[in-house]
């Protein structure tokens, strides 16, 4: 166990600095995140894919292994966003079934939230 670790270790030490290689899903949802906290620090017209791929530790050719363009990255943004709330509201609506008040509440609460 502690050859692996030191294994591990020394390669790590090889690869730092160098581009991170991640599954492809896993990256996809990297990206994603960086772009949401790109497109809340300078909003959509100072968006940089170059930055987001940056704050990934990726080449700047790599959001184009994803997205089409730009805007086919923003737009993915905002349905990975919006994935996320029904994820949620559905979960709210397992905890609470009965329609009514507290649902409504729930409802609301986790909205803000989310948004914050």
Same mark, same amino acid.
């Not at 991170?20 to 995140?33: A, F, G, H, K, S």
């Given at each position: 166990m502690a050859k692996e670790k030191e294994i591990l270790e020394s390669y790590a030490d090889l690869m730092e600095g160098e581009e @991170?290689? &991640?599954?492809?899903? #896993? &990256? @996809? #949802? #990297? !990206? !994603? !995140?960086a772009g949401i906290s790109e497109l809340e620090a300078r909003g959509p017209s100072g968006f940089s894919l170059r930055r987001v791929a940056a704050a990934c530790g990726v080449s700047c050719a790599a959001p184009y292994k994803h997205f089409a363009s730009k805007e086919a990255f923003i737009a993915a943004i905002l349905a990975y966003i919006h994935e996320k709330w029904e994820l949620l509201e559905s979960h709210i609506c397992t905890v609470c079934p009965k329609p009514g008040t507290a649902r409504l509440a729930e409802l609301c609460l986790a909205d803000i939230r989310f948004w914050i």
């Open positions: @991170r290689v &991640l599954p492809q899903t #896993e &990256l @996809r #949802e #990297e !990206l !994603l !995140l």
